[in-house]
């Protein structure tokens, strides 16, 4: 009896380690999919109008939206997701900047999502 009473909780010990592990690596998924960023930096190093300003701001909140509901899928269709999403923030960014802007923030957008493992 004590012996199936110990191979009980080693085996319920070893159940929660394993599931502690799994939320902590969906949680740390899920943190490299906020693309929140400091939009007075943003602007200052893109050089932007106080129209750019606001626009970029609201294309922004829109991209950062749609990577936190990739994150929320399976790796294949968040990897579609993803792409779909810069995609649009790339087409919407082409618009309003100019191409000097556009240049930089494209290397920007590259190095985050590079630094944060998404690429």
Do not use: H, Y
């Given at each position: 009896m004590k012996k199936i009473v110990l191979t009980i909780v080693a085996l319920?010990?070893?159940t929660m380690t394993f599931a502690e592990n799994e939320s902590a690596a969906n949680l740390n998924t899920t943190e490299a999919y906020n693309?929140?960023?400091n939009m007075r930096q943003l602007a200052r190093a893109l050089n932007l109008s106080n129209d750019q300003v606001e626009s970029v701001a609201e294309v922004h909140k829109t991209f950062s939206a749609e990577m936190m509901?990739?994150?929320q899928y399976g790796k294949d269709e968040r990897a579609k997701m993803m792409d779909k999403a810069i995609n649009k923030d790339l087409a919407y960014m082409n618009y309003i900047l100019n191409k000097d802007q556009y240049r930089k923030y494209l290397r920007l957008l590259?190095?985050?999502?590079?630094?944060?493992?998404?690429k």
């Open positions: 319920m010990s070893m693309m929140t960023v509901f990739a994150a590259n190095v985050t999502l590079v630094n944060r493992g998404l």
